[in-house]
C-alpha cells in the first residue's frame, strides 16, 4: 500500500482552490445582489404607499361617518323645517282671512289648537312623555 505523500506545492494549490472558489462565489453573490437591488427598493417604495395609503383610508373611513352623521342631522333639520314653515304658514293664512273680513273665528281657534299641538307635541318632543304618562 502506497502513501498518500503532499508536498508543499499541493496544499498551495489547494489553497489557492479554495480561494478562487470563494472569489468566483463572492462574486457571483455580488452579482445576483446588484441584480436584485431595484427590486428591494421597488419592494420599499411599495411598502411605504401601502402603508400611507391605509392612513388615508383610516382618515377617509372616519371623514366618512361624520359626513354621514352630518347628512342625517341636516335631512332631519329640513324635515323639521318643512314641518315648521307648512304650520305657520297656515296660521297667516287663517290670520289673513280673518283681517280681511272679521270672520273665521272657528277657523283661528282650529288653527291656534294646530299650532299650540305642533309646538308642544311635534317641534319639542312633549307628545312623547305624555304618552309615557298615559301609559302608565
Request: proline share 1%; net charge negative.
Amino acid at each position: 500500500m502506497e502513501h498518500v505523500v503532499f508536498t508543499p506545492a499541493d496544499i498551495t494549490a489547494f489553497c489557492n482552490l479554495i480561494l478562487v472558489v470563494a472569489g468566483v462565489g463572492a462574486l457571483i453573490w455580488n452579482g445576483w445582489k446588484k441584480a436584485k437591488e431595484p427590486d428591494v427598493l421597488q419592494n420599499k417604495k411599495i411598502k411605504a404607499m401601502e402603508e400611507r395609503l391605509e392612513a388615508h383610508e383610516r382618515i377617509f373611513e372616519k371623514m366618512r361617518i361624520h359626513l354621514d352623521n352630518d347628512k342625517h342631522r341636516l335631512d332631519e333639520i329640513e324635515s323639521a323645517t318643512r314641518v315648521t314653515n307648512r304650520v305657520i304658514i297656515q296660521t297667516l293664512q287663517v290670520l289673513v282671512r280673518h283681517g280681511i273680513d272679521g270672520n273665521n273665528r272657528d277657523e283661528l281657534i282650529e288653527a291656534d289648537k294646530e299650532l299650540n299641538r305642533y309646538l308642544l307635541n311635534e317641534r319639542w318632543g312633549h307628545e312623547k312623555s305624555e304618552d309615557k304618562k298615559e301609559k302608565e
